[in-house]
């Protein structure tokens, strides 16, 4: 069921590349498969999706001008988003059951833009903390890269 998610997942977005034009990028990280849609110059909403266990949306508010380490644009970034995800339990007769988990997630990040090519490479801090299942404060992190069409 999952690659059938993907395989649409990915046509979805090759879809909206086409008639979008620009502003939609695809790639990958650590954590998986990443998109970000730039819904102006600078809010984005980014969604992130590992394989085996949790999909994810971020509200992202951006500031392109706070770092400038060269000519390329270095942009900082900030928001909030919300992850739905599962993890393996047991339940009272320590049979093994799968739970579901929702999270609240913050975000901050930088981004480097290649200017020869119109691809990014960021950096994002990512504390979370479990409102259902799993629970619990948690920091993690992401490095990966994006395609924009």
């Not at 990028?25 to 949790?54: P, Q, R």
């Not at 500031?63 to 060269?70: A, F, G, K, S, Y």
């Not at 929702?102 to 979370?128: K, M, T």
Request: glycine share 16%; charged share 15%; hydrophobic share 45%.
């Amino acid at each position: 069921m999952r690659k059938v998610l993907l395989i649409v997942l990915i046509m979805v977005l090759a879809v909206s590349v086409n008639a979008q034009g620009s502003g939609i990028g695809v790639g990958f990280s650590d954590a998986g498969l990443e998109g970000k849609y730039w819904m102006s110059g600078s809010t984005a909403l980014a969604i992130h999706w590992n394989l085996d266990t949790h999909i994810g949306v971020d509200y992202l508010l951006n500031q392109p001008d706070m770092v400038q380490l060269t000519s390329a644009p270095t942009p900082v970034y900030y928001g909030v988003g919300i992850g739905l995800g599962t993890h393996k339990g047991f339940d009272e007769n320590f049979d093994e059951t799968t739970e579901l988990d929702l999270n609240i997630r913050g975000v901050a990040g930088i981004g480097y833009y290649v200017s020869a090519f119109p691809v990014d490479i960021y950096l994002e801090l990512v504390p979370s903390i479990g409102v259902l299942g799993g629970g619990g404060f948690g920091v993690g992190g992401n490095l990966g890269f994006r395609y924009f069409f």
